[in-house]
């Protein structure tokens, strides 16, 4: 993330359905159901917008880029007290136990990833979870059964504390 970094309130549900929305025509000709639930249409955190369409964005393109035809995507955004949560599920490739722990690395990428897409840079976690951090939230990884990829974004409704 470059240039100047503004904090203001983002109603963050209108972000994840316009980014959803961008990717639908992708997602229906790679032949993938992609879902968006969202049990928190008010929901508000205090963030930078652009930069968090850019999370989104990497999270949703990565579930597309690696799921195989027919799959499924989901991404459900919720609050509970003082945060909001988004969980991008898919159907994928999935990531093996050894390669999860280095996942927001950047530059890293699994066997995996660039048989099915060659010339990715390993960059977009690794960006992800910096836009996560400078928003004072987390990012986790966890396999989605039977196969995929299950990310989970936690992000504070307060501004972050300097």
């Not at 949703?60 to 919720?78: C, F, K």
Request: glycine share 8%; charged share 20%; net charge neutral.
């Amino acid at each position: 993330p470059k240039g100047v970094v503004t904090f203001q309130p983002v109603h963050i549900e209108s972000v994840v359905r316009e980014t959803v929305e961008l990717f639908r025509l992708r997602a229906q000709e790679a032949r993938l159901e992609m879902r968006l639930i969202s049990t928190a249409p008010l929901a508000v955190v205090h963030g930078d917008e652009e930069l968090l369409r850019e999370m989104i964005t990497n999270l949703v393109a990565n579930a597309i880029q690696y799921t195989p035809s027919g799959g499924a995507i989901d991404v459900h955004l919720s609050s509970r007290r003082r945060e909001v949560v988004l969980i991008v599920t898919d159907t994928g490739i999935g990531i093996g136990p050894a390669d999860s722990k280095n996942l927001f690395n950047e530059f890293f990428r699994t066997m995996e990833a660039r048989k099915v897409l060659p010339e990715g840079t390993g960059l977009g976690l690794a960006i992800t979870r910096q836009i996560v951090r400078m928003h004072g939230g987390e990012i986790e990884y966890a396999p989605h059964t039977p196969h995929g990829s299950r990310f989970t974004v936690t992000l504070p409704t307060r501004p972050p504390q300097v």
